[in-house]
């Protein structure tokens, strides 16, 4: 079959190299892709709000399966878009939901709501507009800190500030609903109760009936070690967790997935591929963060190598509605991300930079995001410019391999945080220095 993919980033690049691995593949397209997702497919430029272009590629390449990476399409209707399409209706299945279901990303406050509605889990919370910022700031002085603050809309993974104190607190408020410091995204702001525990990722993979749990992952969100300086897109992951065992994720599984799904459900809403549950351990209990309607980046670099089933067979059980007969195999091993970035991130930062030593990388996989291909060179072009891969036997030894793997690759103003997974076992710092040359 023949598969487009939509994005570009680290995500989309280990998507594409497993896609890559199927034997139901006949041609991947990627849109618009990276220099690294041209070893596994082509690379296309596509106007996804040109619907009539957009039918016509989709037609001419005799596309079977559009898999949507990031969220911002799927918010905006694309799965929507194609399945009213007269010609492309019953022939093309996405991958993402359709914009009712994005909602549960889209917007927190009608996420938070739904978990109320259907008894998963979550933080207690109040949602507030930009005309009720005197009401918003009454309610942090009623409240003890830390402070929960979060912008209801699209902020590209960076629209939650947790203030250590009430003065903070009053001044985030007052920047997302006075000075409109996320636009859009901030116009509504949610305000929760803090949770004290361990966070990770969970994901599962539905065809709106069935679903299949994914392996889960830690992320690094902050760029710091030690958890320090400002949120990111995300520094790194770990997968699977240590803290999260069996009897955990048994919990997930009945708390949270199956009313999940079986919420949207019995609300009428249509919700077919990833669903990524951002959950706090507290005490051994989950609960709910928050809903990202697809994979997360980098955890999806951590968990996809571990996948060992046929992705586009998963994809196919969606098409079918067959996903309840489909079988995911994990590998037990663990693997450890850790994402290098430009000098500056997630501030502002320099693009063409030189990137060397990716030749000189064999235990690990290298997924690149933020990249460009300028007179035959490879250069950085994002804040996050790649994130290497590395197995290990156990914890340990994958936050091992990983380094000496970073260690490289070089890039001037490279940046990256030392202590990824480090949390979870004790190993020694892997510091930043000039890379290791094999």
Known sequence: MNVLLIGGGGREHALAWKIAQS?????LYVSP???????HGRNVELDLKDQKALRRFLLEKRI??????????????????????????????????????????????????????????????????????????????RMAPPYVIKADGLAQGKGVVIAADQKEAVRTLKDMLGSGRFGAAGERV????????????????????AFK??????????????????????????????????????????????????GLREEGIPYQGFLFMGLMNVNGEPYVIEYNVRLGDPETEAILPRLRSDLLDLF?????????????????????????ASEGYPGTYEKGRAILGLDQVREAHVFQ???????????????????????????????????????????????????????LVRVPAVRPGAPQQA
């Open 213 to 262: 749990m994914l392996p889960a992952a830690k992320d690094y969100k902050r760029i710091g070690d030690g958890d320090t300086g400002p949120n990111t897109g995300g520094m790194g992951a770990v997968s699977p967790v240590p803290f999260a065992d069996k009897e955990f994720m048994q919990k997930v599984h009945d708390r949270v997935a199956a009313p999940t799904i079986r």
């Open 369 to 423: 995001a933020g990249t460009a291909e300028k007179g035959g060179a490879l250069v950085t072009e994002g804040g996050r410019v790649l994130a290497v891969t590395a197995f290990g036997k156990d914890t340990e030894q994958a936050i091992m391999q990983v380094y000496r793997s970073v260690m490289l690759i070089d890039f001037e103003g490279k940046q990256y945080r030392s202590d990824i997974g480090h949390d």
């Open 316 to 340: 196919e059980g969606i098409s079918s509605g067959t996903l309840s007969e489909r079988h995911v195999d994990v590998d037990d091993r663990t693997c450890a991300t850790v994402v290098l």
């Open 23 to 27: 034997s139901l593949l006949d041609e």
């Open 64 to 141: 079977r399966i559009v898999v949507v990476g990031p969220e911002t399409p799927l918010v905006e209707g694309l799965h929507d878009r194609i399945a009213a399409d007269p010609e492309l209706a019953g022939h093309v299945t996405v991958i993402g939901p359709k914009q009712a279901g994005a909602r549960l990303e889209g917007s927190k406050e009608f996420a938070k709501e739904f978990m109320f509605r259907h008894n998963i889990p979550t933080a207690t919370f109040r949602a507030f507009g930009k005309d009720q910022l005197k009401e918003a700031i009454e309610h942090v002085e």
């Open 33 to 39: 892709g990276n220099p690294g997702t041209v070893r």
């Open 190 to 209: 949610v305000i929760e109760q803090f949770l004290e525990g361990i966070e990770l990722s969970a994901f599962l993979i539905t065809d709106g009936e």
